[in-house]
Every structure is written in structure tokens, then in C-alpha cells.
């Protein structure tokens, strides 16, 4: 743990601190950036005046000075509390839009969607950020980065999750800087003649540029979507079998252009410009070329924010081996770190920010450990075990993030990077030869087939690999407190391995106990719980009856559950599941509900606890109301709108409780338990 005691990694850990404080807490940037103002005095007169026995009000001041500064960074980066946002503007109704198109995102099958950046409101001067969706369109041309529109639109805030233990769409944006978007169509919107350019919008057009020369040479349709998305970043047209088998491979980080691209190039480029080191000043002319290659290529793959971040992340790594201490790689990733974060501490909320400073930490430190834990003398072997020991460090690093997040665990990912990591060098090297070729129109066909090959290849070798499903553990529950704890583990482990002292014993058996004594409570609480839930479904109705580690689903349609069922599963812990066909009456624990579906047909008995409207019924409901005295109604997603807003007033009109799953999600029913 001697790494703790660099300047560079404290100060990082505590403006890392800062951007959380800042970000989950209403604190005004006005007020973080006068107290940074005025503190500046003092830790210039601490640091001429404190004395070596004194207290150490110079560090301390150092530290509440990082911390503000990380606090008023996130605010400003949110914009969301300074005086220009939108959102501090009247936005409700029609308004009139000035925006300028950011990022373009992945389509679905109904919509294009944007991120874009607000120039004005009503003709007014105005900041922030906003998505806008456009129906899908395949004979409209889509917008570009730097292309600039005026909309008549009404903005609407992004919606919550409807479902428990769903993707939250809402926090992810709000993570971003995103709050509100925009749906609109494209013979809505007034584009701007010659919007102003900005390095991102050229890098962007200079990409599909690219893209384009690629799709008219003989490459096949997923060996193109995957040199897009290996060379480029751009994985739009990858199909989801495909992407699916690189997750299940434990690769899918190859179809991305992530850390592990731009550590490869930095290599690559190390040993092609090494013969410059017998010039003088040769060492530093060679750092200089490698970071202007490193950063053409990240021109090339269109400057999105991840390419940016492992390039600004690697232009470090570059300098640190031109110092050539090995020391200094701790300081000079932490230094890589602070410096990103200051210029977009949003970025520290992204999941790629996180896996790959993860896992660079992770090599950096576990990887000379394990190659002192045994250093084979026959070359090859030596060579294997330098791959998989990098894996195996890498794995680890991020291993309680890809839980947290993903849920599941490839244990054959040492095998795909074996088979792959060795050759992708010279697959990113081909590749990039393949590029410039192709800009020239000078790419020979033999080339097209050769390269088409290795793609072809690659790509079944990690079908081969993701279909031994036996080693793929799939819907692992792992919560925020086990990631952490998962991360003391590891780390104490790798301590006691690297020292095995009677402190780093008690501390290792601490974190396991604590990890197991944490999943054994979950375990217990999920025992004790019992629930009835309403999901919200499109065009159909699904309930669930959850009593502890068992599950059953009621639904209409039991074909088109889809995600919703796994994702509840994994979250909730359940161990074994049932599916059911929906019934009309429900009576769990003293509580009665009564389903009328599209027949209409409703019970006669009074004092219902609840009624559930579904399949759109083409009945009276005050007339249900008088005859039932339900305490609440309840409408889900299989009703047609206009109904559920029809019955929403004649509930209101009754003065009776009124649930729509399309306005408030589901709904968890009160079980009394003691019954």
C-alpha cells in the first residue's frame, strides 16, 4: 500500500471525494468558489509559516481546498445551478429551441436520438444539455456533430424507471448533465446555414468519412461492424448476436476503442520510433511523436469522450516510461486522473472511466507481483504467463465493478485474451494501414481479403469460446456494499500474498467476513420478505408474487416478459421461479384484488381492496365504483390511454385513490404480513 503515500494519489482520492460530495448534495457554487478564494491565503501562509512539530494545518487546508474544488468543479460542469441553465427558465409549454447536436447516440428501432447543447431559449442566451429524439426515418440524412437547429418543442424531464430494479435511464443522463429531452421530427427543425466548427464535429465528419470509404470495399457485414467498432469506436452496426458472444467471451472490451487499444498503439509505437533514441534529444522527440500519433489517432476514431479519456489517460503513461521509474507510474496514472477529472468530473460517474482506471491500477500493481510469483525460464511459457498474468491483474481490477454492473462473470476470459490479446496488435496495426489505404483509394483487394480474414477469425474464435455457456456465471446479485467490500478483499489478498504477515492475515479474514457475514444478512432479509407487485408492461399485465427466495409471475403473456423478469430475479435474490397464467382474483394475506380484463366483467362483492383495470374494458366505472366500494383502482400498461385518463377523472370525481402504471410505475401492494 506504499502507493498511498504519493502527493499525487491523495490529492486525486480527496477531489474524487469532492466531485460525490458535489454532485449528491445541493451545495451553491457560488459559495464553494468564495471559500476556495478565500482559503488560498491561508494555505499560502501555512506553507511559509507552519512549523515541522506543529499541527499540520497546511495539509489539512490542502485537503479541504481539493475537496471544495471538486465540489464546485461538479457544479459548474452540471451548469444546472448557474443562472444561464435552461432549467432555471420557464420551459413549460412550446418554446422556441436553439441547439447545437453534441454526440449522436445509438438508434433503436423507433427513434435517432442526440445529445445536444442548448445556445439559446426563446431567443435568449441559455446553457445545458438535452436529448432530442427524432422517429426513426430511413429516408431522412441524420444530423451531425456541430450541426445547429432551431425546434418549436416543449421539453419534458426524464422519466424514472416504471419498474423496480430496471435500467434508471434517468440517473444515468443525470450523470451526464442531461435532465430533460425533446421529441420532435425532422420537417420540424430549421437547421442553421454553416453552424460553427468545432474540433469535435471535424473529428466526427473525418470518422464517418472514413466509415463510408470502408463500406464500398469487399469487407463482409459483421467483419465491418467490427473493424468500425475495433478501429473506430463506432458500434452502431454491430448485430446483438455478435456483441453478445464478446460479452459471454469475456471480450467485449475489443469493440471498444478503450485503454486497451491506445496501451497497445503506445507499445506499438515505442518500438517502431525506438531506432530515434540515437539522435540527441532522441528520447524526447520520440515522447513527443507518440503522443501527437496517440492523439491523431483519437482525431481518427472521432474524438468521443472514451477515446479522449484513455488517450489523455496513455499521454501520461508515455511520459512516466520516457522517465523510466517505475515509481512514478502510481503518481503519474493519479496525475492522468486528477487532470481529466478537472476538466469533466462527470466523467468519474461513467462506467468505462471506472473499469479502466480499474484495471491500469490493477496491472501496475498486481502484475510485477505476479511475475515475481514465478518467472519461467522457457520463453514461450514465459511469454503465456506474462499474458495471463496481465489478464488475471486486469480481471481483478475489475472484477467488483463488472459484477456490480453486468452481473456476471466469463471465466473463460483468460482464454479469449489469450487467443486474441497476443494478435491484436497486429490487427490494429493492419487495420490502421487498412484506413489510410482506403482514404487514398489505394486499398488492393488482397489486402480487403486478407484482413477480412483475420476478423472472420477473430470473431469465431470468440463465438467458440462464448458458447461454452458452462463457464459463463450469469445473474450474480452484487450490490453497491459488496463492491466495496469486494475491493477490500482483493486488495488485502494481494497484500497478504505479496506479504504474508500476521496484520494483513487479520485485516484479509476481516474483509471475507464482512463480505459473507453482508450477502448472509441479504440472504436472511430476502427470507423474510413477501411482496405483490404490478409491473408496468406495454400491452400486457404481469404481477408478481414474491414470498422470500420464491418467485411467481402472473402476465397475460408470459412471451413478452422480457428483461423484467431476469432483472427482478438477480436483484431480489430468488432462487426459484414460476410462471402462471393471470387470474381475476387474488387473495395473499388477508388483501383481496380483483383483475377485470377486456370482457368487463366484475365482481358483485362489496368492500373490494383493489381493482385492476387491464386489456382496456369497455365498461362503467362508476358504475363499478358503486357496486364494488373499492378502496383503490389501479390501471396498468395493457389499457389504451385515453381510457386510463378517463377513468383517472371518475376516480377523482369519486374521491377514490387512482394508480396509473404509465404515470407512476409500478405498484407494490401493502401485505399484512401477521395475517
Known sequence: MHFFNFVSIKLTLYLVIGIIIGFYFEINPQASFFTLLGLFPCLFWFNRKQSRNGPPFFELTTILVTLLLGVFIVNISESRKLPHHYSNKEINGVKQWGLKILEVLKPNHYTQRYVAKVITLENEKSTGKLVVNFPTDSTMSKLKVDDEFIVFSSAEAIKSPLNPHQFNYKDYLKKQGVYHQIRTGYDDIQLKENPKKTIFGLASKFREHIVSKLKNEAFGKDELAVIQALLLGKRDDISESTYNNYKNAGAVHILAVSGLHIGILLLLFQFLLSPLERLPNGKTLKLILIVLLLWTYAFIAGLSPSVVRAVTMFSFLAYAMHLNRPTNSFNIIALSMFFILLIKPLFLFQVGFQMSYAAVFAIVWIYPKLQRFWFPENMIIRK????????????????????????????????????????????????????????????????????????????????????????????????????????????????????????????????????????????????????????????????????????????????????????????????????????????????????????????????????????????????????????????????????????????????????????????????????
Open 384 to 675: 503465456v504467463w506474462q499474458l495471463v498474468a496481465v489478464s488475471i491483474a486486469a480481471q481483478l481490477g475489475v472484477l467488483p465493478i463488472s459484477l456490480f454492473y453486468f452481473h456476471q462473470f466469463p471465466a473463460l476470459f483468460f482464454i479469449s485474451n489469450l487467443l486474441i490479446i497476443p494478435f491484436l496488435g497486429l490487427i490494429l496495426g493492419m487495420g490502421i494501414l487498412v484506413i489510410l489505404l482506403s482514404i487514398f483509394n489505394s486499398l488492393p483487394n488482397f489486402m480487403t481479403d486478407i484482413y477480412n480474414v483475420v476478423i472472420k477469425t477473430m470473431n469465431g474464435t470468440i463465438d467458440w469460446v462464448a458458447k461454452q455457456e458452462g463457464f459463463i456465471i450469469k445473474d450474480i446479485p452484487f450490490d453497491t456494499v459488496q463492491m466495496i467490500l469486494g475491493y477490500l478483499v482483493i486488495l488485502t489478498l494481494v497484500m497478504f500474498l505479496s506479504k504474508p504477515k500476521l496484520k494483513n492475515t487479520i485485516v484479509l479474514l476481516i474483509g471475507i467476513i464482512t463480505l459473507q457475514g453482508w450477502s448472509i444478512w441479504n440472504q436472511i432479509q430476502v427470507q423474510k420478505k413477501e411482496t405483490l407487485v404490478l409491473l408496468h408492461k406495454s400491452k400486457n399485465t404481469l404481477l408478481l408474487h414474491q414470498k422470500g427466495t420464491s418467485l411467481k409471475f402472473y402476465a397475460s403473456d408470459s412471451s413478452t416478459i422480457g428483461s423484467l423478469a431476469n432483472d427482478y430475479k438477480t436483484s431480489e435474490r430468488i432462487q426459484s421461479a414460476s410462471y402462471q397464467t393471470l387470474k381475476n382474483n387474488f387473495n395473499i394475506s388477508g388483501k383481496n384484488l380483483y383483475v377485470m380484463d377486456s370482457l368487463g366483467i366484475y365482481s358483485l362483492v362489496k368492500d373490494q381492496d383493489y381493482i385492476l383495470l387491464t386489456q382496456s374494458p369497455k365498461v362503467n366505472l362508476e358504475r363499478v365504483i358503486d357496486a364494488t366500494n373499492p378502496k383503490m383502482v389501479i390501471a396498468d400498461g395493457s389499457n389504451y390511454r385515453s381510457h386510463v385518463s378517463r377513468w383517472k377523472q371518475t376516480c377523482l370525481k369519486k374521491e377514490i385513490p387512482f394508480h396509473s402504471t404509465g404515470e407512476k410505475g409500478y405498484y407494490s401492494f401493502r401485505l399484512n404480513l401477521d395475517q
